[in-house]
């Protein structure tokens, strides 16, 4: 079970499966004509704001992006 | 408020020294008690009518701002609805194929609680935090150990009291645009990459009605878990029968699916937790807007009454001043 042979790329990468799909429906989004594009690309936009914790608070990232690739 | 009650002291004491000595009297009077305080000259003490004034004005500004906060979060509701019950479509296959696991003894433990940025909104966030906290308490054992992962100020601003250093993750500022699938799942892989698990356990609020809402945890076990479980037999044990087509492997298409899985779980938990937001807000605005009447409507009985006495005051004053110089 450790390394069954052919891992696939993505996760040999380092992405998770959630990233994969992610990218796959923004190129899908991407096929789309006008009108329905823009209104789609909407539907994609990420903004939060990431605290990791030791016992107080440290670094604040905020990742905030059009595009929702990491 | 203070210096007026004061001031009414001061009245009282004087009020037998100036009522001996009929001319000095007005001029006294209006220097030495403010002249918003009408007491009368035997002590009886009566709230004046123009702070009365005041707090009808300030109650009838806030019965408007509850209202139109209630009709916000009513719109609000209805744009966020359809999509949570829509969303519930996302989970339920999962649930068929893997099971809810919520009494699985695992080592390590996150809690990932779901709550909101924004105030005002009733005892959704309480019950949020009671359930994580209970939670955090059965599973505690020898080298058993539960981590918090907090979205939303509000729990976070709770949970910061008593357990500060077994808070992960926090997370802030979600809902800044419409909610969609992107963000929640930038947000998963996050959780993912950051905290290691054996099981998660989503504690959010599920929609019911406009006034139901029921603290709901959803549990999501690693792969690792998964693979025991359905060793051990159970739920989980008839994963063998299914064909798995393609090059994968068992435990590669477990990854994938408890990924995806805890994705479309997240995504559900935070659209179900916006829509118990909304109606929990609406619901609290409205009582306070009921509230804001009644009070309104004892404060006008009280305003009248000051008005009508102290018209009854000065019609006695002239009256008898009247038959003094007459009789």
Same mark, same amino acid.
Request: contains cysteine; hydrophobic residues 40%.
């Given at each position: 079970?450790?390394?069954?042979?052919?891992?696939?790329?993505?996760?040999?990468?380092?992405?998770?499966? @959630?990233?994969?799909?992610? @990218?796959?429906?923004?190129?899908?989004?991407?096929?789309?004509?006008?009108?329905?594009? =823009?209104?789609?690309?909407?539907?994609?936009?990420?903004?939060?704001?990431?605290?990791?914790?030791?016992?107080?608070?440290?670094?604040?990232? =905020?990742?905030?992006?059009? =595009?929702?690739? @990491? | 408020?203070?210096? *007026?009650?004061?001031?009414?002291?001061?009245?009282?004491?004087?009020?037998?020294?100036?009522?001996?000595?009929?001319?000095?009297?007005?001029?006294?009077?209006?220097?030495?008690?403010?002249?918003?305080?009408?007491?009368?000259?035997?002590?009886?003490?009566?709230?004046?009518?123009?702070?009365?004034?005041?707090? !009808?004005?300030?109650?009838?500004? /806030?019965?408007?701002?509850?209202?139109?906060?209630?009709?916000?979060?009513?719109?609000?509701?209805?744009?966020?609805?359809?999509? *949570?019950?829509?969303?519930?479509?996302?989970?339920?296959?999962?649930?068929?194929?893997?099971?809810?696991?919520?009494?699985?003894?695992?080592?390590?433990?996150?809690?990932?609680?779901?709550?909101?940025?924004?105030?005002?909104?009733?005892?959704?966030?309480?019950?949020?935090?009671?359930?994580?906290?209970?939670?955090?308490?059965?599973?505690?054992?020898?080298?058993?150990?539960?981590?918090?992962?907090?979205?939303?100020?509000?729990?976070?601003?709770?949970?910061?009291?008593?357990?500060?250093?077994?808070?992960?993750?926090?997370?802030?500022?979600?809902?800044?645009?419409?909610?969609?699938?992107?963000?929640?799942?930038?947000?998963?892989?996050? /959780?993912?990459?950051?905290?290691?698990?054996?099981?998660?356990?989503?504690?959010?609020?599920?929609?019911?009605?406009?006034?139901?809402?029921?603290?709901?945890?959803?549990?999501?076990?690693?792969?690792?878990?998964? &693979?025991? &479980?359905?060793?051990?037999?159970?739920?989980?044990? &008839?994963?063998?029968?299914?064909?798995?087509?393609?090059?994968?492997?068992?435990?590669?298409?477990?990854?994938?699916?408890?990924?995806?899985?805890?994705?479309?779980?997240?995504?559900?938990?935070?659209?179900?937790?916006?829509?118990?937001?909304?109606?929990?807000?609406?619901?609290?605005?409205?009582?306070?807007?009921?509230?804001?009447?009644? !009070?309104?409507?004892?404060?006008?009985?009280?305003?009248?009454?000051?008005?009508?006495?102290?018209?009854?005051?000065?019609?006695?004053?002239? /009256?008898?001043?009247?038959?003094?110089?007459?009789?």
């Amino acid at each position: 079970m450790a390394s069954s042979g052919a891992v696939p790329f993505w996760r040999a990468a380092g992405m998770t499966y @959630i990233t994969y799909s992610n @990218i796959c429906a923004n190129l899908v989004r991407n096929c789309l004509k006008e009108p329905h594009k =823009t209104e789609a690309l909407s539907r994609e936009k990420v903004h939060f704001a990431l605290a990791k914790w030791s016992d107080g608070k440290p670094e604040k990232a =905020t990742i905030r992006s059009d =595009t929702p690739d @990491i | 408020m203070a210096m *007026a009650a004061a001031l009414r002291r001061e009245g009282k004491r004087l009020a037998p020294l100036m009522s001996s000595q009929p001319p000095i009297n007005t001029t006294l009077r209006s220097s030495l008690i403010s002249p918003l305080d009408q007491s009368s000259i035997g002590g009886a003490r009566s709230i004046s009518t123009q702070i009365v004034r005041n707090r !009808m004005k300030s109650v009838k500004n /806030i019965q408007k701002i509850t209202k139109a906060m209630k009709m916000v979060a009513a719109s609000k509701l209805r744009a966020v609805q359809t999509r *949570a019950e829509n969303s519930r479509g996302l989970w339920q296959p999962f649930t068929a194929l893997l099971g809810d696991a919520t009494s699985v003894d695992v080592k390590k433990n996150v809690v990932i609680t779901v709550s909101s940025d924004k105030g005002l909104c009733g005892g959704i966030n309480s019950t949020s935090v009671k359930i994580s906290r209970a939670l955090s308490k059965l599973n505690s054992g020898p080298d058993k150990e539960t981590k918090y992962v907090i979205l939303g100020e509000k729990a976070k601003a709770q949970l910061i009291r008593d357990t500060k250093k077994d808070i992960a993750l926090g997370l802030t500022e979600i809902q800044k645009n419409p909610l969609n699938y992107t963000q929640v799942s930038v947000l998963a892989d996050d /959780i993912l990459k950051n905290v290691e698990y054996d099981a998660l356990r989503i504690v959010f609020n599920r929609f019911q009605s406009v006034v139901q809402f029921l603290p709901t945890v959803s549990t999501i076990l690693s792969p690792e878990i998964v &693979e025991r &479980e359905a060793e051990a037999g159970g739920s989980l044990g &008839e994963l063998d029968s299914y064909e798995i087509e393609g090059g994968d492997t068992k435990s590669e298409i477990l990854q994938n699916l408890t990924e995806f899985q805890f994705s479309c779980v997240m995504f559900n938990a935070v659209l179900e937790n916006a829509c118990s937001e909304q109606g929990a807000r609406m619901s609290a605005m409205d009582s306070s807007s009921r509230n804001a009447g009644d !009070m309104l409507d004892r404060l006008t009985l009280t305003y009248n009454r000051t008005r009508q006495a102290s018209i009854t005051t000065e019609l006695i004053e002239i /009256i008898s001043g009247a038959s003094a110089l007459t009789g």
